[in-house]
């Protein structure tokens, strides 16, 4: 009987979709705009990102678990010099086979299965790393986990931008990324009270919450219809929208650009601009993203701190990074579509390269005594503090690395992944998804793998003066190839690249 009442209504919106003048149509959308009601698209939105805390907890736990394990008692379990670039970064190479697997799930399962099954591999890890009795063990979870963390962040992006609508997609596209930040931050915040093994059963609560509410969630209206399930995704944009709302018309819009795409992408098609360009824009944007240096530095966190000396212990120096990327990333997820994409990308990229130029040359030229065990010793005295004011230019690479993380949280970071969801054609975006991350991941694992290394052979320094003049291509990307989608729908943003013609994105 529902779906009876509800035909008339979308043979009149489909009509009217198809034969009103431009301008009543930009009118009738923002009409609809103005009349939705949010609160259990926001919900779906919270429940997937639970996924994305995980990761984000995940990511970070070798920063104060290392200094732990170096100094463990048991042979079994020790780092040494060698191991400890392998815990560290292991999870990205976890996190890449996640993203290549992803090209495939994201088609066959669905984005919300995507994430729910992400739960299996994380909850195992988890398990692992909290009962390790051997460097094996430790390992495997860190792939596990790392393996979770590459399926969600090629899931998560995708899911929300295919439930939300143009109002409020930037500002939910930043949601991911908010989370990742929170989890890193709750673990920084642990890790000051709690053993490295009660820090991974602490990881087990997120993962669990988001499979119990995912199960009472939608799936994407947009994969339902590409699935020929026509009754359930206009069920799924009904709860998402409100009944109250003339969400048959954006069914009708969905449905149409979903049939326009409904094959599958060949080989041959791979050379219509309409598919490569986008796919290339997020792919570099995904390598630039990584190669900036983020995930070694957030990786390495405590380690960098404990060789630069700064004035606070190293543990409570990462608690402090993680609450001001925090903040950065809020700020950015209320501006995004208000101050637009491509200006929170020039701004970030220009704050990042200062930050990593700042922190090259500062360990470059400061003296070794404010770089090594003696400034420690002086530092632990706090009734020498007053007396010894030099030692307050070791703030520096604390202010440095704190501008830089926000710098990134404020665009590198939410926007990338922000861009992949929007810009990637529907045709190809699960597969284009899962490639971008595994771009991504492989390059993280790259720098991670490489980072301890080329610190103890060239110096610290190095690797942040490259990560400044990544930040500079990073600029020139931005105004040359990245286009700006504040405001538009995908339908939109797809019919730019089908066309190239830049008045779609007007």
Not at 426 to 443: D, I, N, Q, Y
């Amino acid at each position: 009987m529902e779906h009876r009442d509800r035909e008339p209504l979308m043979r009149k919106t489909s009509f009217s979709y198809h034969t009103f003048p431009e301008g009543t149509a930009r009118r009738l959308d923002k009409e609809y705009l103005r009349s939705l009601h949010n609160k259990r698209l926001y919900l779906a939105v919270f429940a997937a990102v639970l996924g994305n805390f995980s990761f984000g907890f995940a990511l970070v736990y070798p920063s104060p678990v290392i200094p732990a394990l170096e100094a463990h008692p048991s042979p079994a379990l020790r780092l040494d010099q060698h191991t400890a670039p392998w815990f560290g970064s292991v999870f990205t190479l976890g996190a890449a086979a996640g993203g290549l697997s992803t090209m495939l799930l994201n088609d066959c399962l669905g984005r919300k299965l995507s994430i729910m099954f992400s739960a299996l591999p994380s909850a195992l890890g988890y398990a692992l790393l909290a009962g390790a009795q051997g460097l094996w063990m430790l390992l495997l979870g860190r792939v596990l986990t790392g393996y979770a963390g590459g399926v969600t962040s090629a899931s998560i992006p995708v899911y929300i931008s295919e439930i939300s609508h143009p109002g409020v997609r930037g500002m939910l596209g930043a949601c991911p990324q908010i989370m990742a930040v929170l989890g890193s931050l709750v673990l920084y915040a642990l890790g000051l009270i709690l053993d490295w093994r009660w820090l991974a059963m602490a990881g087990e609560v997120p993962v669990l919450a988001m499979v119990l509410l995912l199960c009472f969630m939608p799936n994407s209206p947009r994969f339902l219809l590409s699935q020929g399930k026509e009754e359930e995704a206009l069920s799924s944009l009904c709860w998402l929208r409100g009944e109250d709302t003339d969400y048959a018309r954006e069914y009708e819009q969905i449905k149409d650009s979903v049939r326009k795409q409904s094959r599958r992408v060949s080989c041959a098609e791979l050379k219509d601009p309409f598919l490569y360009k986008p796919i290339l824009i997020s792919g570099v944007m995904r390598f630039l993203q990584q190669l900036s240096g983020v995930t070694c530095i957030l990786v390495y966190l405590q380690p960098i701190f404990k060789k630069t000396s700064v004035i606070l212990k190293a543990e409570y120096d990462a608690a402090l990074v993680g609450l001001v990327r925090l903040s950065a990333v809020a700020i950015a997820a209320v501006s995004m579509d208000k101050a637009g994409r491509k200006i929170l990308l020039f701004v970030s990229a220009g704050v990042m390269l200062v930050s990593n130029l700042t922190m090259g040359l500062y360990i470059h030229f400061e003296p070794a005594s404010h770089n090594g065990t003696v400034a420690n010793t002086t530092l632990v005295s706090s009734a020498n503090l007053p007396a010894e004011p030099t030692n307050y230019i070791t703030l520096i690479p604390l202010l440095a690395t704190m501008f830089f993380i926000m710098g990134y949280a404020m665009g590198w970071g939410p926007i990338t992944w922000l861009l992949m969801s929007e810009i990637l054609p529907l045709k190809a975006r699960g597969v284009a998804s899962g490639l971008c991350v595994l771009v991504s991941w492989l390059t993280a694992f790259t720098l991670t793998q490489f980072f301890l290394p080329v610190v103890n052979a060239f110096g610290l320094e190095v690797p942040f003066l490259f990560f400044a003049l990544i930040s500079a291509g990073n600029i020139l990307f931005t105004g040359c190839c990245v286009p700006e989608t504040k405001g538009r729908s995908l339908e939109q943003i797809e019919a730019f690249f089908r066309t190239g013609r830049r008045s779609f994105l007007r």
